[in-house]
């Protein structure tokens, strides 16, 4: 199994345990939704409805 090391910063220890907690979930997923995850997290429309309460509620909702 092919492994690698990255490094995580954030501007507190409770920050660090929420990036590193989902870091983790993510890593469980499958190669190819890993995939569609990145084509999220590079598209601005998607990143707002992730910055927006109301609009993740939504997103919540119709999930």
């Known amino acids: 199994m092919a492994k690698t ?7 507190s ?14 890593n469980k997923l ?3 939704q890993l995939q569609r995850v990145l084509k999220l997290v590079k598209s601005p429309n998607a990143i707002g409805y992730l910055s927006s309460d109301i609009k993740f509620a939504l997103l919540q909702k119709f999930l």
């Open 5 to 11: 090391e990255i490094t995580v910063t954030a501007s």
């Open 13 to 26: 220890d409770m920050e660090l345990l929420t990036r590193k907690k989902a870091l983790e979930e993510v």
């Open 30 to 32: 499958p190669t190819d």
